[in-house]
């Protein structure tokens, strides 16, 4: 009976083994350029983009990341895809895995400039405009970027509003596509208040009820607001943004806040 015990025994645990051996190594492991690994199941490898399943989490949210960012796949059989924009194999010293996270992140296309627009609600005291911007922005490493701006809101309820301002956004990378910011900035708003003449008529004779008048001046501005990035492509960017505009003075009670929405070519 023991021996009998034994067979039945000894071919289980085999089994058991061999199973439990198997299911650890029944992953897929992507090496990002910056030697970061992560354990993986591949759904696709596309043109520029790989859509993958965390390990242990089948079931779970379906990610994705830019190709570029990839240095090799190494797939549960053993096989292994090295991608041809990995020119360099990643480094495993701290300063090779910071040269390579900050080309990741702070220049997908490859450079650290990028140009956009924005359309532009602003609102203030009883004021409410719509307006557009242009703007210039520089990402001087992983974490920080530059944004200089001009905006311009066309005449409306008598008033014309313009701003030129400079931004320092604190990037906060959430996911392979989308960031997140705090923002603050100085800069320069200029205004013109154009009050039209209000004149009536009276058995003929026309009377001034209020004469028309111009006021235009400029102020400096403090800028406090945050907002999001949302990676289209390796270049194209999807933006977004809330300001609030403190300065002194009445002037539509010293604040406006701005709501942005706009995109980002980076070169």
Not at 119 to 125: F, P, Q, R
Request: hydrophobic share 40%; charged share 20%.
């Amino acid at each position: 009976m023991k021996n009998c015990s034994f067979r039945l025994k000894f071919p289980v645990l085999f089994a058991t083994i061999y199973f439990s051996s198997a299911l650890l190594h029944a992953q897929d492991i992507i090496v990002r350029n910056n030697a970061e690994e992560i354990q993986a199941k591949i759904e696709e490898v596309g043109i520029s983009e790989i859509r993958y399943k965390r390990f242990g989490n089948e079931t779970g949210p379906t990610f994705t990341m830019l190709k570029s960012d990839v240095y090799m796949i190494i797939y549960e059989n053993g096989t292994r895809d090295v991608f041809e924009r990995a020119q360099n194999r990643p480094q495993q010293s701290q300063q090779g895995r910071n040269t390579a996270q900050n080309t990741n992140n702070a220049a997908a296309g490859g450079s650290k400039l990028a140009i956009g627009g924005n359309l532009i609600l602003g609102a203030g005291g009883s004021y409410t405009h719509i307006g557009g911007g242009a703007k210039f922005l520089y990402y001087a490493g992983d974490k920080f970027r530059l944004a200089g701006e001009f905006d311009f809101f066309p005449k409306q309820d008598m008033m014309t509003w313009w701003d030129v301002s400079l931004y320092g956004h604190y990037m906060l990378q959430r996911t392979d596509r989308f960031a997140v910011y705090p923002s603050l900035g100085l800069g320069v708003i200029g205004y013109k208040l154009e009050v039209d003449e209000i004149v009536t008529t009276i058995m003929g004779q026309r009377i001034v009820i209020s004469e028309g008048y111009t006021e235009s001046g400029s102020i400096f501005a403090f800028s406090l607001g945050g907002g999001f990035d949302y990676s289209l492509s390796s270049n194209w960017i999807i933006n977004g943004e809330v300001r609030f505009k403190l300065f002194s003075g009445d002037l539509v009670g010293g604040y406006r806040t701005n709501i942005c929405a706009g995109l980002i070519y980076r070169f």
